[in-house]
């Protein structure tokens, strides 16, 4: 039975709040007054989401869902990516905008944005609040981004490890005692 995992925090509430205020910030000042489709990938981003959406000043903003799985209940990526949920927008000559908890490998977003590229929107974005660039097998741009963080397998905020620790404030990183994992 492996140990209990420790947490350690590596971004406050506090941090994060002022993080999502300047993303928002950043996204009203590249769409104006342009319409806006918001894309949350569940399960991860909805935190992040709902904060990002209520921070945007834009009255008119669409918003939709979609859902991904490669984790399941492990720590490292299965590598194969599993289409749960598809939107329900039509987004053919629309502005998209993805907002995804976090970026790592990569190829859970590469599928997403190739999937919603041949929709034909008018446009593509990605908004991610946390970046790990150096873990990229795929190329992802992040258009918006967070916090860029080397590695550790991050909980809190919406991220989770097996679908536990989602409600924390903060994002921590899980410091498993048995290395095996």
Partial sequence: MPDTPRLKIVFTGRQIGERVSAI???????????????????????????????AL?????????????????SAVSSGHVRFNKDIEIDIRNKNVLV?????????????????????????????ALVDKKERRIEEVRV???????????????????????RSLPDICELEFTDKSL
């Fill in 24 to 54: 928002a910030s950043e996204i009203n000042r590249v769409y104006k007054d342009q319409p806006l489709v918001a894309i949350c990938v569940l399960k991860g981003a909805f935190m992040f989401f709902g904060d990002l959406v209520r």
């Fill in 57 to 73: 000043d834009r009255p008119d903003l669409e918003v939709d869902f979609v859902r991904l799985a490669s984790y399941g209940k």
């Fill in 99 to 127: 907002i995804e908890d976090i970026v790592d490998s990569g190829r859970s977003m590469r599928f997403l944005l190739d999937q919603l590229s041949v929709r034909a929107p008018a446009s593509l974005s990605l908004a």
């Fill in 143 to 165: 258009d918006f981004g967070g916090f860029v963080v080397p590695s550790g397998f991050l909980v809190g905020y919406g991220l989770d490890y097996a679908e536990k620790y």
